[in-house]
Each structure stands twice: as structure tokens, then as C-alpha cells.
């Protein structure tokens, strides 16, 4: 064991945020810290490392092991390069190689005794540089800072001058090479793209000693680890499994709890009935028996009803009137900022009731085309357009469609003028905001606090076309599980950027991929995604559009950025028209395989086939071919649709 937490207990105030909570971490363990925003997991965090006191309890750790922290919020501003803040962690290494070369020189110029002794030396320093793993330390670092998505451009650039989510990656850089026994990281994935987040699990999953995370990317935790510290309502409860192990464990215990709750509940009810039966009798024997019974349930312990959490944020979005099928077109897209091209020649169609995940790493531009659609910025070249009774929502994950200067009170109001006060009242409750609460000014609140906001506004607009950027990004695991039920039961067409996988995996029906400057298509969630693509990616590496610099073209352009002649879309219209005549062909093979597959299984069944083995070893021998060719008929049938 190398740490353990013993009755903790810790109040700010009035409010009890941890009451007697205990666990413990083994050696290499990954372990994870969930609840709700506010339950109180960065202060465990805060009371583990010393930052902050605990009123009650203990926090023990083994015998000189060393502890290392990645808070949510850096504020490094340090003069010097990322790749020399690195550099620093390795100081002894660089020492110990310094020391090696300088016993390496003494050693040409050395006889008899002296020369012995520094042999001795340079064996000893030779081993502890080993130990170190030394000739490695190089390749280390760079290895740290390109998974977590500095290129070896940006290795010279200032501490001081980057930005907070980028400083918070040079910290965690640094945590993770200086390799403490137990790393505790509170939020790691919030400023990490999905390269980075998924360089990330496999580091920590082989990282020799223990970690504990404060997350609410349930894919990583999925990933990452094999115990859950639930915190709830002050109450701490370990769980052993990842993520998905602990939400179906707890939605056992909850339902058992409900049910116990229920029986209690009507068994109270029953006994208040006999009583007041009882009392009605008006006999002394009957109110003493009454009495009797009124005492039993004075003494009774209990049962509290279980909390539901998720049932504390309510988002219903529901569009006010239905749009056109073809709901968005984007043609010829092109978006650069000076001489950085973010992306060139995306065309692509979205139709009504799709609902389209936009992913890619960081600064590729997945943002900048939601700004282009929703007229925030104009592009380069192009076409966007609207179909037919299309209303937009727009989510803002900077918020600058809220104003800051507002109260949440004014926000709404001025936005839908037709509410009353109560209205506006209840609409905030609903998303959490509730006495004073509503009278605080949007500048004053959190990221996740103005995300509800933001929430709020789109639920009430009634839009039929949600336009959604990073949505998840400050939400708890609870509010997310929510705005994905919600997203999911919704009747319009949503298109979102998000890195939350887990997310995307729950709620999108097709993803767009934004690499090499244009758009690959997925019709499918995140794991259709995972598998398909390798494969789309070397079908896309070997197209026309990226050996377009051979014809003339610039890299960036495609074949669709010169003007094709009549004939070369005669040509094209005719190869469309042959794919989906193939595509027909090929369905109607499949149906017909499968149909006679059926009818081989039903004979197969028959008393006077199933004894005759001649006939069986016929009729199996042709099910595994017509099993072979299906095979290939997916295959093909998969190619030709996507």
C-alpha cells in the first residue's frame, strides 16, 4: 500500500464536503475520483498533497515514496522554454553523463592506482546512469512533449508566453518525467486533443508507479483504471472495475436502496392506518395497542430516499417547427489565417435528424468552420447553405453569445421577452441556478456555470438545427449523461465538435474527420470510427486529392479546385450511377444468399434430411460457401455505401 486516507472529514462552513471517508491506493494502481461538480474532488486532492488541512483524519504515505500533483490551473511564468522546463527534470541525469565524460578524459592520462580508482568511478556512475536510463533521456522528452501535441516547432517557444491550457500540458510534461511513485492529476484531459488524451492512457496504463485522477472523460476512465472513489453527498464509497463496472454497480445499489426505501415507506403507511383504525375503535385495549405501535415507529431507523442526480439538471430541447430533409450544405470550403491554411475544398451535406460529430486535433480548424456556418467568420472561399426552415442554435464554448456585463436573470429575459419573472425563475432551476443565484452576473461565473447558461438558452430557442461547440467541456459526468439523453431524444439535426469520445460514441450517427485539410467521412459512432479508420486513412493517403501536387496542383488544392468540363462530369455522373447499380446488384445477392441460407437451415431440420447424411453433408457444404460469399458481399456492399 502506498497511500492510505483514513476518516477524513472537511467543511467549509456550514457545508460538509467529506464525512469520515477512507480508501487506500496499492502500488501501481490506477485509481479515479468521481462525482458531482462540487462534490469535493479537488479538495481530496488539496488535502492529500498538505495544500489544504483536513479537520478530521489522516493521510499516510509508505515510507519514502514521492507524491507528485497536476492541478486544474497552472500559472507557470517561467522565462524559459518549454523543452528546457523539461530539461530541468533531467538535471541529475545530464549531470551524471557530464561526470562520465569527465572520468572518460581523466582516464586517458591516468596510470596504476589513480587509473583504478576512476575505473571504479566511472563503473559506478556508469551503473547509476543506466539505472536512470540515461541514454535515453533525450528521446524522452521529446516523446512527452509530441504526445502531448507540441510539435518540435513550438519547443523554443516561452513558458511564460502560452496559454493556460497550454501550460497546464508543459506541467503535467514535467510531472510525468520527474516519475513520482504516485501522481495525482486533477482533470488531465481538459486541454489534450483525442492524439493526446489517447497517448496519454497508454502512458499512464504502462507508468510503473500508482495514479489517482480527478476526470469526467469516462473513455479514459474506462481506459485508465481499475478502482472508482465515488464522493457523494459528503459520503465516500470505493468501487473496483473502470467507469462503466461503476455505473452499473451503482445503479444496482441505488435501485436495491429504492426498493428498501418503498417497502419501508409502505410498511409506515400500513401502520399509520392500523393506528388511526385502531384509535377510531375508540376501546382502551385498542389505544393502547395504537400506542404500542406508534412507539415502534418512533424507533424505526429510516430509510433515506436515494438522491438522483441526474434528475437535478432538466434539458429538453424539442425544435418548434420540422425543416427541410436537406437541412445544411457546405461546399468548396476554404479557411486560412495569413499564410497557415486550416483547411481547403470541404464539401459536405448534413440531412435532417443527423447527428454529426465534428473531431480532429487541435488548431486544425474545427472550430473556426462552426464560426464560418453560423456567419461568426467569413470564409475564404465557398458555399454555406441553409435549407428550408432551418433555425439555428448556436452553443459557444467561449460563451461570446452571452454577454457579460448581464445577470443570468437579464440574459434570458432579454433573449425571450414573452417570459414572466416565474417563467425565467424556473428555466434558471432547472439548470441550477436558484434564489440570488439568478441575479449574479455572467462575468462573475465559472466556465461550467455559464456552460449551463449557455444550455439554458439553447434549450429555449427552440431551433431545429444545433450547432454545438465543445458542449461537454466543464460539464460533470452526471449533467453530460443528460444533455446525451436529451440530444438523443431530440427531433432536429445537431452538428457538434467534441473530444469527449465517450460522448460521441453515445450520440453522434456519423463523423467527420478533419485531417490533412479536408474531411473524412464515418457513417457511425466512435468505435465505427476506431475500426474503419486505418483503413480510410490509407484509401485517403493514396487519392487523387493528396497526389494532387503531381498535376500541377498546390498540396493543399483537390481535384474539385479546378473547373471540371462537361465531359469530365459526364464521366463522373456515370461512375455514380454504376456504384449505385452495383450497390442494388449486390444487395440483392446478399438477400438472396441469405434467403437461401434459411431455406438450407429449415431442410436441415426435416426428420427425413437430418438421417440422411448424404443430403446434410450436400447442403452444409453449400450453406459455408454461400457463407464465404456473403463474406465478400459485405465487404464489397460496405465500400460501394460509404
Excluded at 447558461?453 to 467541456?473: C, Q
Excluded at 456519423?510 to 459512432?525: A, H, K, V
Excluded at 457444404?621 to 454461400?626: A, D, V
Aim: hydrophobic share 35%; net charge negative.
Amino acid at each position: 500500500m502506498i497511500l492510505s486516507c483514513h476518516q477524513i472529514s472537511k467543511a467549509f462552513g456550514d457545508v460538509s464536503i467529506l464525512e469520515n471517508g477512507s480508501f487506500h491506493i496499492e502500488d501501481r494502481e490506477k485509481a479515479a475520483v468521481v462525482g458531482i461538480n462540487g462534490a469535493g474532488k479537488s479538495t481530496l486532492l488539496k488535502i492529500i498533497t498538505g495544500e489544504l488541512p483536513a479537520d478530521r483524519g489522516t493521510v499516510v504515505l509508505a515510507k519514502d515514496k514521492t507524491l507528485g500533483y497536476l492541478a486544474q490551473h497552472q500559472e507557470l511564468s517561467s522565462g524559459q522554454t518549454i523543452y528546457d522546463t523539461l530539461l530541468e527534470v533531467k538535471k541529475d541525469v545530464i549531470d551524471l553523463e557530464h561526470k562520465l565524460r569527465e572520468l572518460e578524459q581523466a582516464m586517458k592520462h591516468a596510470e596504476g592506482e589513480e587509473l583504478a580508482g576512476l575505473m571504479d568511478a566511472y563503473a559506478r556512475a556508469g551503473h547509476e546512469f543506466e539505472q536512470k536510463d540515461g541514454y535515453a533521456w533525450k528521446s524522452e522528452i521529446t516523446g512527452v512533449l509530441k504526445g502531448l501535441g507540441f510539435s518540435e516547432e513550438e519547443f523554443g517557444k516561452q513558458v511564460a508566453a502560452l496559454s493556460g491550457g497550454q501550460k497546464t500540458r508543459v506541467y503535467l510534461g514535467r510531472l510525468l518525467l520527474s516519475k513520482p511513485d504516485i501522481i495525482l492529476l486533477d482533470e488531465p484531459t481538459n486541454h489534450l486533443d483525442m492524439a493526446s488524451i489517447a497517448w496519454l492512457e497508454t502512458y499512464l496504463l504502462n507508468y510503473p508507479g500508482s495514479v489517482l485522477i480527478v476526470a469526467h472523460d469516462r473513455y479514459f476512465l474506462d481506459k485508465v483504471v481499475t478502482k472508482i472513489i465515488e464522493i457523494d453527498q459528503g459520503t465516500l464509497s470505493v468501487f473496483s472495475g473502470n467507469y462503466t463496472a461503476y455505473a452499473e454497480k451503482r445503479a444496482q445499489l441505488r435501485e436495491a436502496r429504492m426498493k428498501e426505501y418503498l417497502n419501508q415507506q409502505a410498511e409506515i403507511r400500513h401502520q399509520e392506518e392500523v393506528i388511526r383504525k385502531l384509535k377510531s375503535f375508540n376501546r382502551e385495549k385498542s389505544i393502547r395497542r395504537a400506542e404500542s405501535r406508534e412507539k415502534m415507529l418512533a424507533k424505526m431507523d429510516r430509510v433515506e430516499k436515494p438522491t438522483e442526480a441526474a434528475s437535478a439538471m432538466h434539458i429538453r430541447l424539442e425544435p418548434q417547427i420540422m425543416s427541410g430533409n436537406d437541412v445544411l450544405t457546405v461546399r468548396e470550403l476554404k479557411k486560412s489565417f495569413g499564410s497557415n491554411l486550416l483547411f481547403s475544398d470541404v464539401s459536405f451535406d448534413i440531412k435532417r435528424g443527423e447527428r454529426v460529430a465534428v473531431i480532429g486535433s487541435n488548431g486544425t480548424g474545427k472550430t473556426t468552420l462552426l464560426k464560418i456556418i453560423n456567419g461568426l467568420l467569413p470564409a475564404d472561399r465557398g458555399q454555406v447553405r441553409l435549407g428550408t426552415r432551418v433555425q439555428v442554435g448556436y452553443y459557444d464554448q467561449e460563451q461570446q453569445v452571452l454577454h457579460m456585463e448581464k445577470t443570468l436573470f437579464d440574459e434570458l429575459q432579454d433573449a425571450y421577452p414573452n417570459m414572466d419573472n416565474t417563467q425565467v425563475r424556473s428555466v434558471l432551476a432547472a439548470f441550477l441556478f436558484t434564489g440570488d443565484d439568478v441575479f449574479k452576473r455572467i462575468g462573475d461565473l465559472s466556465g461550467g456555470e455559464r456552460g449551463r447558461v449557455s444550455l439554458a438558452k439553447l434549450m429555449l430557442s427552440e431551433s431545429n438545427l444545433l450547432i454545438l461547440d465543445e458542449p461537454t467541456n466543464h460539464l460533470d459526468i452526471v449533467s453530460k449523461e443528460i444533455l446525451e439523453d436529451a440530444l438523443n431524444s431530440y427531433t432536429g439535426t445537431v452538428l457538434y465538435v467534441s473530444h469527449d469520445r465517450y460522448f460521441i460514441n453515445r450520440t453522434a450517427t456519423r463523423i467527420l474527420e478533419l485531417t490533412g485539410r479536408t474531411f473524412l467521412c464515418y457513417i457511425g459512432n466512435y468505435d465505427y470510427y476506431l475500426e474503419k479508420r486505418d483503413t480510410m486513412a490509407a484509401l485517403h493517403a493514396g487519392s487523387p486529392a493528396q497526389n494532387g501536387a503531381a498535376d500541377g496542383r498546390s498540396p493543399g488544392e483537390t481535384v474539385s479546385d479546378t473547373r471540371l468540363d462537361w465531359q469530365a462530369q459526364k464521366e463522373q455522373k456515370a461512375r455514380e450511377r454504376k456504384r449505385l447499380n452495383d450497390l442494388k446488384k449486390t444487395e440483392e445477392e446478399i438477400a438472396a444468399l441469405e434467403a437461401r441460407n434459411a431455406e438450407i437451415d429449415e431442410r436441415s431440420s426435416l426428420p427425413e434430411v437430418c438421417t440422411n447424411m448424404s443430403e446434410l453433408l450436400k447442403l452444409t457444404k453449400e450453406k459455408e460457401e454461400n457463407e464465404a460469399r456473403l463474406a465478400g458481399l459485405y465487404e464489397v456492399w460496405e465500400g460501394l455505401a460509404e
